[in-house]
């Protein structure tokens, strides 16, 4: 609060009048509210006017019972507050007492008794449920028929997953936990397990429409760009037999869980990182037999337009795969497989036609070594070839194979005690243990001969050093194809390396946001759950891109970890005639929780104070309990 001076002449005879001003938040900025009129009172010197202020405004709100300073002034100007509120409220033009200082708000408490209690998490909810608003899920649920109960529950069900992830049976204790009831107002004093897989099973039969109407909210919103497809997939396990599941399945496992069934997760994610759509797969197909089936995914859930480029990895980069996408009238920017690659040795072993890739170096971490990309292009008739060569990945693939190679020779060694023992006689056997060897470590035993002598009853290997000499001179090297003829080399190998973000995105499904192991057994049930884990990678990158747009590189993690401070609780205030006010309101907001908000476009407010009193008559309360 502060006191302006305001003057005007009527009738040849000038007037000055004082104001009690004080400053409030509007929708369109800070606004001057006047609080009430102090006549022609001359307060004091100017310069005293705001420490005047500041004494009515102290008095207002502790009701002058923490000073024994007696200021008639003060008093005087308090009264004239007090009056003008009093008949403000009575004509109705005054918002409710839970909004505006009245005197009802104006008690003596005793300060020694002063509490707070049901302290609850709220900063990490409240910028969750904050962009949970900005993607239009709640209108999107409500569109495709989901009640009120059931969107309130699919909300707390991703925030729980963005924040803090669980299973849905200790779901609800983290619930209880946080502000999520002051936020979502829902009831969470008796919610179990049971309702949270009833919304499990009305979200299933959704996930297509949902799906496809939030990428469209996200690329209106964002502006994002949908000219190229980043598509990959990954395997995540479960946790029991999953014999009500027909997905479940062993397969190759990124998860290095071969003893576990799985299912596999294809995402295809924008230039942003922004996932447009995900299906579920049976965990023991192969990656090339994923690619058209995926496609039509997209077609269904967004629509393909003509001249979009696909981007894929060496494990779908298969013939049938490309002619799929250029039947499609798609274009495809791939790497091409390993025997791909040794074709072009010469040239690879010519520097000339080489051009270094010049690479921005990361804000984070400005002393970071980035490793030398240089690319060399041939065009052909219907193919342009990208031939690239890493200076980090020289020493990564040599180190790898030594490794492999390291762990190959042991287990050979191993092999010749067991037959020289008598352990293993029969040729069969032996060959079948070597075509074990050869599968484990397929990355050296080819350039190894390993055969057994029956004769002599010895195992024999020997190094081919011609090919390994030749996969020296190919290590840190590696080969890009695309029909695009638009686009140097440095612009394919650019585009190609986005599909990092889709590694990124499969990263932080699977340890942040805890999509595995999944419990489930019910194969619809295993399906939500993993839409559930999209869904908070949405409000993810959709919180990191907003970050991001504003030069700060920050993670999701990191904010979390910061918001975990600023909280919702009740201030408990015993009052001096035997009754407790109790004040339901979130903390001030600490500097960095406001910074936080501010770069995040999201109200610093988590809640709108709530009031209430015990053992007082009902005319002080105001119906609403927290």
């Known amino acids: 609060m502060y006191i302006r001076k305001t003057s005007r002449n009527y009738k040849a005879t000038h007037y000055e009048n004082y104001l009690l001003v004080e400053s409030v938040s509007t929708p369109k900025g800070p606004r001057q509210k006047v609080v009430c009129s102090l006549g022609d009172l001359s307060p004091r010197p ?5 420490k005047l202020a500041h004494k009515v405004e102290d008095a207002l709100c502790a009701d002058g019972a923490l000073f024994d300073e007696k200021d008639p002034e003060v008093e005087e100007v308090v009264r004239k507050v007090k009056e003008r509120q009093r008949k403000k409220s009575e004509e109705g033009t005054e918002p409710a007492l839970a909004e505006q200082g009245t005197e009802d708000d104006l008690v003596s408490v005793y300060t020694d008794e002063v509490r707070t209690e049901l302290h609850r998490e709220a900063g990490s909810v409240h910028v969750g449920y904050q962009f949970w608003q900005r993607l239009k899920l709640e209108e999107i649920l409500a569109s495709v028929g989901l009640d009120e109960r059931t969107r309130a529950l ?13 299973s849905e049976y200790a779901m609800p204790d983290w619930i209880r936990r946080t502000a999520i009831n002051d936020i979502l107002k829902i009831d969470v004093g008796t919610l179990t397990e049971k309702p949270l897989y009833r919304t499990m099973d009305r979200l299933y039969p959704n996930r297509v429409m949902i799906e496809s109407k939030l990428a469209e909210q996200e690329r209106t919103l964002f502006n994002l760009d949908t000219s190229i497809y980043l598509y990959d997939i ?12 027909e ?15 799985q299912v596999l997760v294809g995402l295809v994610v924008n230039k942003d990182g922004f996932p447009l759509t995900h299906e579920v797969f049976k965990g023991n197909l192969q990656d090339r037999q994923t690619v058209a089936s995926m496609l039509d995914v997209l077609d269904q859930r967004i629509g393909i337009r003509e001249g979009q480029s696909v981007v894929v990895d060496r494990g779908m980069a298969f013939e049938e795969n490309l002619q799929e996408i250029t039947r499609r009238k798609l274009h495809y920017i791939v790497a091409g497989r390993q025997p791909e690659r040794d074709q072009w040795l010469e040239e690879f072993e010519e520097n000339e036609g080489f051009q270094e890739v010049i690479r921005e170096v990361s ?22 070839h990208i031939l690239c060569m890493s200076s980090e990945r020289v020493e990564k693939d040599r180190a790898i194979r030594k490794t492999k190679e390291k762990r190959l020779l042991a287990d050979l060694k191993k092999l010749q005690k067991r037959i020289t023992k008598g352990l293993l006689k029969k040729p069969i056997k032996i060959g079948e243990a070597i075509g074990r060897l050869k599968e484990r470590y397929p990355r050296v035993a080819r350039y190894y001969e390993i055969s057994y002598e ?8 020997e190094l081919n050093t011609e090919r390994m000499d030749k996969a020296n001179e190919l290590d840190g090297s590696y080969l890009l194809k695309t029909d695009r003829e638009d686009l140097t080399a440095e612009e394919v190998w650019r585009i190609y390396m986005m599909l990092t973000r889709v590694e990124n995105a499969f990263r932080n499904m699977k340890s942040p946001l805890a999509e595995r192991p999944i419990f489930h057994q019910i194969q619809q049930r295993v399906e939500t759950h993993i839409f559930l884990c999209v869904l908070a990678y949405h409000l993810l990158v959709a919180i990191e891109k907003t970050l991001l747009d504003k030069g700060v590189h920050t993670s999701w993690g990191t904010v979390c970890k910061c918001l975990q401070t600023h909280q919702v609780c009740t201030v408990v205030l015993p009052t001096d005639d035997g009754s407790v006010l109790k004040i339901r309101r979130c903390s001030t907001p600490e500097p960095q929780h406001v910074e936080l908000y501010r770069l995040l476009d999201v109200p610093s407010q988590i809640v709108k104070p709530k009031k209430w009193w015990i053992n007082l008559i009902q005319k002080h309360s105001d119906g609403k309990n927290c």
């Open 154 to 166: 699919s909300c707390a069900m991703t925030l729980n997953r963005l924040i803090f992830p669980g």
């Open 46 to 50: 100017r310069k005293e006017w705001l």
């Open 247 to 261: 997905k479940a399945a062993r397969g190759y496992s990124r998860d290095k869980r071969p003893d576990c069934k």
């Open 363 to 384: 804000p984070l971490n400005p002393y970071q070594k980035k490793s030398q990309i240089r690319v060399k292009m041939k065009r052909g008739d219907a193919e342009t």
């Open 454 to 461: 029956a004769v002599s009853g010895q195992l024999q290997y």
């Open 234 to 245: 990954s395997s995540t396990y479960f946790e029991g037999l999953a014999e009500l599941n």
